[in-house]
């Protein structure tokens, strides 16, 4: 069966600092991958999604970048974080058949993130 | 691009109600429309979902209903119990990896 790991859970992080967060997936091959951020209380916000490795897609332009350098592999990075990065994270995978049929998305635990 | 709308964003029943959450989209290729349940601190997990050939589906006290002519859908909940107390989102896709989400809409289930 298909899993999706995502870590750490919880992160504080000063103002300026770097960020990685890392998301895999298991069971699957050529899944599309996705990070969302949630604000406290507030819906969910695509940040970038990819259908195959090193292919990236950004829904908003921010301090913030992804990448994918295997398959089942996603990663979310910033260089320096600012107040305004902090919420929950996270990721999130489809099966990735063409692009032609529809398939719920499958999200990770997700990592609360704290930036002080 | 699509824009989902869910309404309302709270929504309070006693134990045993019924709870209706409704969702309405713009984009007409959208054919696939999943509901989920996020609980406090966790990632969101897939309900129920309904593909655009079909009018309804139903899991047990749950079900969904879609009227693509008007464009919206909605997730019935019968039977409340506590447990069912949640943010459920609602969404809408045409191709896999434009799903959109709903603002969001928390459920208060009271004993």
């Known amino acids: 069966s298909q899993t999706i790991h995502q870590w750490p859970a919880t992160l504080v992080q000063p103002v300026g600092s770097p960020l990685s967060l890392e998301c895999t997936v298991e069971g699957t091959s050529n899944p599309n991958l996705y990070w969302y951020r949630q604000a406290a209380g507030r819906g969910l916000q695509l940040l970038f999604y990819?259908?195959?490795?090193?292919?990236i897609s950004s829904e908003v332009p921010q301090n913030l970048s992804a990448s994918r350098p295997q398959d089942r592999q996603f990663i979310l990075s910033s260089k320096k974080l600012l107040l305004s990065d902090s919420g929950f994270y996270l990721c999130?995978?489809?099966?990735?058949?063409?692009?032609?049929?529809?398939?719920?998305?499958?999200f990770g635990s997700g990592t609360r993130l704290t930036v002080v | 691009g699509e824009n989902v709308e869910q309404h309302p964003s709270t929504l309070s029943v006693q134990e045993g109600d019924s709870a209706v959450i409704k969702c309405t989209y713009s984009d007409s290729a959208s054919n696939y429309f999943p509901w989920y349940k996020q609980e406090l601190g966790k990632g969101p997990q897939l309900i129920i979902d309904i593909r655009s050939n079909v009018g309804e589906k139903k899991d047990q006290r749950i079900a969904v209903t879609l009227n693509k002519t008007a464009k919206h859908f909605s997730l019935h909940i019968t039977e409340t119990q506590p447990e069912d107390s949640a943010v459920y989102f609602c969404?809408?896709?045409?191709?896999?990896?434009?799903?959109?989400f709903g603002a969001g809409t928390r459920l208060t289930v009271k004993p």
């Open positions: 969404a809408a896709s045409s191709r896999g990896h434009d799903m959109r």
């Open positions: 999130a995978w489809s099966q990735g058949v063409g692009g032609k049929t529809n398939y719920g998305y499958t």
């Open positions: 990819s259908v195959g490795i090193g292919q």
